[in-house]
């Protein structure tokens, strides 16, 4: 069997210092903003490039904190991809505000030219989603943003490491979420996230709202919440950083493998194209199964559909998609369903995420291949 995601290899690897990290932890009985969480943000800030790093308790609350303490509320317009996991939405929907979603690139990233059509007297901020790994048209959404007056935030939860013009992503934007969820590419072995800023007066206000509003203990300046990091979480992420850089080159490795073995094949898929001036740090590697059918768009199973349950059903081969249902088109924003982002619509019926985590060897590698090429017969 070859999984799409097997966190067992890492955590085999890394056992005998994560064990004890837990182990010291608990040993001290520090289990709330505690020492680790300290350590991790600063050194997670120091990796990025950025002032500060305030550590939150999933990269849901990250969104949603950010969007808050930036003063984003009712009455305000976010513009958001259509493409992307839907938490990225929901942050805006929490904090009272309007998502105004925008159709992709030929990167799966914000359309440039979509998203200067869409900034109106209401627009509070663009939310860019580095989306499988790569990051956005970053020198546009800074320009963009700056002349009309608007907060960039990015999304960081699928490229932590990424670059563009050798500058990390997270270090543009006013603020920059992170999620650690365990499937990212730095991984808690539960719910963790970041929050990124240089803003002095944004990083005091999202400690207090990360932990009740207090600005010390029982003064509670602001409403806030309980969205704290905890200590067990960061100890086993700060063994994880450490080796952050390895693990993305090692998925770059693997991605040129794919390429190269596609390629050789002349399969019927479409690559991932990757920009100029770019690290990619392939969260996912997303390829796109090409279709004969005029009216694929009308068919009641896909290609697509086939070719990913004959590679799990006949060779135990796993794969995703990342995503079957745009934003817009999800029941709980049905107001949207009229709105128009054909390529995400689109794609979501094309694309097929391929087995991608950074213990993945070069023999599985092109066993995927080997078994895709027989399926898309």
Known sequence: MIPSLDLKRQYQQLKPEIDKAIMDVCAKGMFCLGENVKALEEEVANYIGVKHAIGVNSGSASLILALEALGIGAGDEVIVPANTYIATVFAVSHVGATPVFVDHDDYYNLNIDIVKEKITKNTKAIIAVHLYGQPCKMDELVDITAASGIFLVEDCAQAFGATYKDKKVGSFGHVACVSFYPGKNIGAYGDGGIILTNIDTIEKRLRMLRNDGQSEKYEHTIIGYNERLDEIQAAILRIKLKHIDTWNQKRANLAVIYKD????????????????????????????????????????????????????????????????????????YKEYFNVSCPKAVKNARLLLSLPMFPELTYDEVKEVVDKLEVCLK
């Open 261 to 332: 073995l596609i390629k050789r094949k002349n399969l019927q898929v479409v690559l991932p194209k990757v920009m100029n001036n770019v690290k990619h740090v392939y969260h996912q590697f997303v390829i796109k199964i090409k279709h004969n059918e005029d009216n694929w768009y009308v068919l009641t199973e896909l290609k697509r559909d086939i070719v990913r349950k004959k590679l799990w059903e006949d060779y135990q081969i796993g794969t995703g998609i990342h995503y079957p249902t745009p934003c817009h088109k999800q029941p709980c």
